[in-house]
């Protein structure tokens, strides 16, 4: 059984940072692309950054490039969210996921099979 456990949620003012980390169970993330995704009360899921295997590929929604980086440290099973310059609109519940074995990063997601519970990330104007 894979888990995936988020964290470093909060509150914090427009224009500040967060740096959101999701910790993988076991030998369940060596070789495997991850994602971010998020969701906003009464909103559907949105993808929000994915990495591939090798950490050597990325892929940003375009409401966050430029301002989130999206990285993996192998060594500790865990996938990284960076959020610099955030917005009111990025409020959400933001969720991990993992992807495909030894493929690239992909915004959909049917292409991810294990979740997260989420971490609540609140932007105050």
């Known amino acids: 059984q894979v888990q995936l456990v988020e964290s470093g949620g909060g509150l914090v003012q427009a224009g500040g940072s967060l740096r959101l980390s999701c910790v993988a169970s076991g030998r369940s993330f060596d070789g495997y692309a991850m994602g971010w995704f998020r969701q906003a009360p009464e909103k559907a899921r949105e993808f929000v950054a994915a990495i591939s295997w090798s950490g050597g590929n990325t892929y940003y929604a375009d409401s966050v490039k430029g301002r989130f980086t999206i990285s993996r440290d192998d060594a500790k099973n865990t996938v990284y969210l960076q959020m610099n310059s955030l917005k009111p609109e990025d409020t959400a519940v933001y969720s991990c996921?993992?992807?495909?074995?030894?493929?690239?990063?992909?915004?959909?997601?049917?292409?991810?099979?294990?979740w997260g519970q989420g971490t609540q990330v609140t932007v105050a104007s």
């Open positions: 996921a993992r992807g495909r074995r030894f493929s690239s990063s992909s915004p959909s997601p049917g292409q991810y099979d294990y």
